[in-house]
């Protein structure tokens, strides 16, 4: 199941957790949404880009990626 969450909708959304390039925005049962503060000067693939992920047999795995608009 693909879940997207606009660029809009995660700005308004408080920050949990600030991992080294990301902040974490959401945390639901085993899902997680990160949004990262890098942009393609960075090296990312894209600016705005949402990793979520999945709680795996107690594994944190990326589950999906995409940009957020």
Do not use: F, H
């Not at 660029?7 to 902040?23: I, M, S, V």
């Amino acid at each position: 199941m693909n879940i997207k969450y606009t660029l809009d909708e995660l700005k308004d959304l408080p920050t949990l957790a600030q991992g080294q390039t990301c902040n974490l925005k959401l945390q639901v049962g085993d899902k997680r949404v990160w949004l990262s503060r890098c942009t393609v000067d960075d090296g990312e693939p894209y600016n705005n880009k949402v990793t979520i992920e999945r709680l795996d047999n107690g594994t944190w795995v990326e589950d999906q990626q995409y940009q957020a608009n």
